[in-house]
């Protein structure tokens, strides 16, 4: 199974400043994606991770507002840009090789103050 | 639209106790159904997973889950509990468009009284 590593594990950050989260696989994978949990919530798909091209956003979610990058099969990063205390969620990277489960990074847990 | 539902936002047992968390889903297709456990301040971890094959699927910890397609139903099971078995419990379905993205369920809490 791949392990997933997740940078940082949580900050705390100012309204209107923006935060880079790292996502690094020790194996190359498939897909990576990036999933929001809201406080007492599930998980939400923001988007699908596409290595070398511009991720696929799920419905409710922007470019702009989210980035991401995926400059190789190993590696993937998300930005939460402009950030408000709606913003304030944990953030899961998730990566998926061929037909099997997905596994998660530990998550970021994002405090906007 | 696909959809995963756990009717149960808490289930209560005694350690030693057997227990069961709920999830039914709705999917087109053959579903791809998956258990994950979240311990407090941790990520997601996968327990099980039903692909395809026997309805009864055993995975991490001494958990199983029985596929019931009939009731459409993926139930997590476990014959035993334990005190640090408490955690929440979130079902998830593969997309049917084959993108590899989830579907997860709203969870629930599994609280294991000594």
């Known amino acids: 199974s791949a392990v997933i590593s997740q940078k940082p594990s949580r900050d705390i950050c100012q309204r209107g400043t923006s935060l880079t989260i790292q996502c690094q696989v020790d194996?190359?994978?498939?897909?990576m994606f990036w999933y929001r949990q809201q406080p007492g919530q599930s998980l939400t798909l923001i988007a699908t991770?596409?290595?070398?091209?511009?991720?696929?956003?799920e419905s409710g979610f922007v470019i702009d507002k989210f980035p991401i990058s995926r400059p190789n099969l190993t590696f993937s990063t998300l930005t939460v840009s402009n950030m408000s205390p709606e913003d304030s969620s944990i953030y899961l990277c998730s990566a998926l090789e061929g037909n099997t489960e997905a596994f998660f990074g530990q998550g970021t847990r994002l405090t906007v103050v | 639209a696909q959809s995963v539902a756990q009717p149960e936002d808490q289930v209560n047992v005694a350690e030693g106790n057997p227990l069961t968390v709920k999830c039914t889903y709705s999917v087109s297709g053959n579903p791809y159904l998956f258990w994950y456990v979240q311990y407090p301040n941790r990520g997601l971890q996968f327990l099980l997973k039903y692909i395809t094959g026997d309805n009864l699927v055993k995975g991490s910890y001494g958990f199983e889950a029985e596929f019931n397609k009939s009731q459409t139903s993926f139930h997590l099971k476990k014959p035993s509990a334990l005190v640090s078995d408490s955690a929440l419990y979130f079902c998830a379905v593969r997309d049917a468009s084959n993108t590899g993205k989830l579907i997860f369920g709203q969870g629930t809490t599994l609280q294991v009284k000594p």
């Open positions: 194996s190359q994978v498939t897909m």
């Open positions: 991770a596409n290595q070398g091209s511009e991720a696929t956003y």
